[in-house]
């Protein structure tokens, strides 16, 4: 597979036309790179022609929520819980769960994800596809 | 439909650059049937400009999204937001699997959603009508 970190990093910097240093592993794909729908799926597609790692939008949501039912990992009110956040601390390492549960919506939690968090997604996806 | 009592309207807009979806998909059928439900595509490939009129019906799924006060998250798929169109040439949108759920557990009223499109720009405008007040979180 190709070296994974500089594959996300090109992929991000190519489909949002931007300066190779405005891509740091700290930034967020949403909030402080400006991705939208169509950004995302542009990235994604890139990132499977340079590694074969297939990864749809959808999954995305798969991968944070790490297979916990949707009544256990957000509340009546869609805000995260205490088990949920644990579970985003495991792939998103720069949250924090006691500033995240019971304050962040779960449709908010995508506005966090960084491009590190990207590259380890990728990582764990092209390890379990052998 | 009679409007509900207390009713929160939501709007969601989106502009697709129709190059650029062009570049994404053309050529390649399996991403097109993760954007696209099988009638979308049927509907779009006797199409002059095929391209403008896909890149219209991502521009509604996004809107609809939008107008949902979420983006694609959550499991939800872009094949679960459908535009099909009226004889007379309406939109109308279907919803299924998760995004289909979502409507229902926050209160979905009504849903519609206009488009537009040139050579270069697809733009769509959604208009959700939720059932009770704060329902639904806006963006």
Same mark, same amino acid.
């Given at each position: 597979?190709?070296?994974?970190?500089?594959?996300?990093?090109?992929?991000?910097?190519?489909?949002?036309?931007?300066? !190779? #240093? =405005?891509?740091?592993? +700290?930034?967020?794909?949403?909030?402080?790179? &400006? @991705?939208?729908?169509?950004?995302?799926?542009?990235?994604?597609?890139?990132?499977?022609?340079?590694?074969?790692?297939?990864?749809?939008?959808?999954?995305?949501?798969?991968?944070?929520?790490?297979?916990?039912? !949707? #009544? =256990?990992?957000?509340? +009546?009110?869609?805000?995260?819980?205490?088990? &949920? @956040?644990?579970?985003?601390?495991?792939?998103?390492?720069?949250?924090?769960?006691?500033?995240?549960?019971?304050?962040?919506?779960?449709?908010?939690?995508?506005?966090?994800?960084?491009?590190?968090?990207?590259?380890?997604?990728?990582?764990?996806?092209?390890?379990?596809?052998? | 439909?009679?409007?509900?009592?207390?009713?929160?309207?939501?709007?969601?807009?989106?502009?697709?650059?129709?190059?650029?979806?062009?570049?994404?998909?053309?050529?390649?059928?399996?991403?097109?049937?993760?954007?696209?439900?099988?009638?979308?595509?049927?509907?779009?490939?006797?199409?002059?400009?095929?391209?403008?009129?896909?890149?219209?019906?991502?521009?509604?799924?996004?809107?609809?999204?939008?107008?949902?006060?979420?983006?694609?998250?959550?499991?939800?798929?872009?094949?679960?937001?459908?535009?099909?169109?009226?004889?007379?040439?309406?939109?109308?949108?279907?919803?299924?699997?998760?995004?289909?759920?979502?409507?229902?557990?926050?209160?979905?009223?009504?849903?519609?959603?206009?488009?537009?499109?040139?050579?270069?720009?697809?733009?769509?405008?959604?208009?959700?009508?939720?059932?009770?007040?704060?329902?639904?979180?806006?963006?």
């Amino acid at each position: 597979m190709a070296d994974v970190d500089s594959s996300v990093k090109e992929a991000v910097v190519e489909a949002l036309a931007l300066d !190779d #240093d =405005e891509v740091t592993p +700290e930034s967020t794909l949403m909030d402080d790179l &400006g @991705a939208e729908s169509i950004d995302l799926l542009d990235i994604l597609f890139r990132i499977e022609k340079s590694t074969g790692v297939k990864i749809e939008a959808s999954d995305l949501g798969d991968y944070m929520q790490g297979g916990i039912p !949707d #009544d =256990e990992f957000s509340d +009546e009110n869609e805000v995260i819980t205490e088990k &949920g @956040a644990q579970h985003l601390k495991t792939v998103m390492p720069q949250t924090d769960p006691a500033e995240l549960a019971g304050s962040l919506k779960a449709d908010e939690v995508i506005s966090l994800f960084t491009v590190q968090n990207l590259v380890e997604m990728v990582k764990s996806r092209g390890d379990g596809a052998g | 439909m009679t409007a509900p009592a207390d009713p929160t309207v939501r709007v969601g807009i989106d502009a697709v650059a129709v190059e650029r979806l062009r570049r994404l998909v053309e050529g390649d059928e399996q991403r097109q049937q993760g954007l696209f439900t099988p009638r979308e595509l049927d509907y779009c490939r006797g199409k002059r400009r095929r391209y403008e009129h896909l890149a219209a019906r991502f521009a509604a799924k996004e809107a609809v999204l939008k107008a949902f006060g979420t983006g694609i998250s959550q499991r939800m798929r872009w094949t679960d937001v459908e535009v099909l169109n009226e004889r007379s040439g309406r939109p109308r949108v279907l919803l299924a699997g998760a995004v289909a759920d979502f409507a229902e557990r926050h209160g979905l009223s009504q849903l519609d959603v206009s488009l537009t499109h040139t050579e270069d720009l697809a733009f769509a405008h959604a208009v959700a009508l939720w059932k009770q007040e704060g329902a639904c979180a806006s963006t």
